[in-house]
């Protein structure tokens, strides 16, 4: 019998169940989403249902999406490899990552290709790098998320190249973006990319790629700085996590409090909620096992669709689809408008009559790519062993 990966040791019967119905479900669904006449992978898989018949088509392209499935995949064994990115070995498809990325504009397009290539130790990696270098302005406000990317990519390289003095600035540059006393990250490092009304607002996804940078950081190189700050806000999110496992998705940064709780994205349940989290506990940043399998249990029957919907609504495992999220249906976004308005007015101040006229039970049906390369990051991916950078 194969050995189930070590990260399922934080799992009991029914979570190491779904995961692993996860993993067939990602290996039936990945190559259905990937434009064979491009070598590009799409950028959402759209699908309908009616009775038992599944109707889907594919939007878009995604540069991005692609070096998640890289980072993803190559956790994965050799042989099964080719089938989830267009017949591609790894090394051919990371090669074709960096070839577009030199034509890429967009830093975290580039510094999730460097990282892939830096994680595999592929022979373009002093080219990646290069690129990254060249574009990332450092100085200048970046979205937070990619400024954790750049972070990642660096740690990763640094056991191949020397990016000491860009991963000193881009440490300096994604913990110094936080404010004062708060547990969590804002959605930018500075003024400028977002409106004034609504920038005190962040998102999961701040919190879970700083989380993530910060513990790979410290576990290149010793930061105890780098994990306290991924302790920090790893407590918060935990603390803040909903009745039945949800993973909110809006926060006030300047308080750390929760500023709208919907949409719910399964991607956050399955992958990136439990791959921050087991990469801060490989890390030695503590133990999140129960948030973790909390945050999977809600996979199986939100409580948000009611006894109306029988069986595992968010899963179609014969398609290799899950259903993208759970929101609220509201009319051009209005709840999160308000609650961005008064909450930027005053902390903690909501408007709950707007949770009884408008309640979460509408289904986004669509699934993209990069949702099934962080599920197989979240539980096949290893840190490696520290190097001697800082």
């Not at 249990?297 to 759970?326: F, I």
Request: hydrophobic fraction near 40%.
């Amino acid at each position: 019998m194969t050995p189930r990966p070590a990260r399922y040791a934080h799992l009991d019967g029914e979570t190491t169940e779904l995961t692993d119905r996860l993993m067939s479900l990602a290996s039936r669904g990945l190559p259905k989403m990937f434009r064979a006449e491009t070598d590009e992978f799409a950028f959402t898989r759209i699908f309908t249902t009616d009775r038992d018949h599944v109707a889907t088509r594919l939007s878009g392209t995604s540069l991005r999406y692609a070096a998640i499935v890289a980072l993803g995949v190559r956790w994965l064994p050799a042989e099964q490899q080719p089938p989830l990115l267009g017949g591609h070995s790894l090394d051919d498809f990371i090669a074709l990552l960096v070839k577009r990325q030199a034509a890429s504009t967009n830093l975290g397009d580039i510094a999730l290709i460097a990282w892939a290539a830096a994680e595999a130790g592929h022979p373009l990696l002093p080219d990646a790098i290069r690129r990254l270098t060249e574009f990332d302005r450092r100085t200048a406000p970046e979205y937070v998320v990619e400024c954790a990317w750049v972070v990642s990519a660096l740690a990763a390289a640094r056991a191949h190249l020397d990016v000491e003095e860009h991963l000193t600035a881009a440490r300096t540059r994604l913990l110094d973006s936080a404010h004062p006393g708060s547990p969590l990250f804002p959605h930018v490092t500075g003024p400028g990319l977002v409106k004034s009304y609504r920038d005190h607002v962040s998102c999961f996804a701040d919190q879970v790629y700083p989380i993530q940078a910060l513990a790979r950081l410290h576990r290149s190189g010793d930061d105890p700085q780098a994990l306290a700050a991924a302790r920090t806000t790893a407590e918060q999110i935990c603390r803040l996590q909903g009745p039945d496992g949800q993973w909110w998705w809006f926060y006030d940064a300047r308080t750390g409090d929760v500023v709208e709780g919907y949409p719910v994205y399964s991607v956050h349940q399955h992958a990136m909620g439990p791959m921050a989290l087991n990469d801060l506990t490989d890390a030695g940043g503590g133990d999140y096992a129960e948030p973790i399998r909390k945050g999977l249990r809600w996979l199986l029957g939100p409580a948000e669709l009611g006894p109306r919907r029988g069986g595992d609504p968010m899963l179609l495992d014969e398609e290799g689809l899950t259903v993208r999220k759970v929101y609220r249906g509201d009319p051009r976004k209005v709840v999160r408008g308000l609650h961005t308005l008064t909450t930027r007015a005053r902390s903690g101040l909501r408007l709950p009559i707007l949770d009884s006229i408008y309640r979460p039970g509408d289904l986004d049906q669509e699934c993209r790519p990069y949702e099934f390369g962080w599920l197989y990051y979240a539980w096949l991916a290893e840190l490696p062993a520290q190097h001697s950078g800082r």
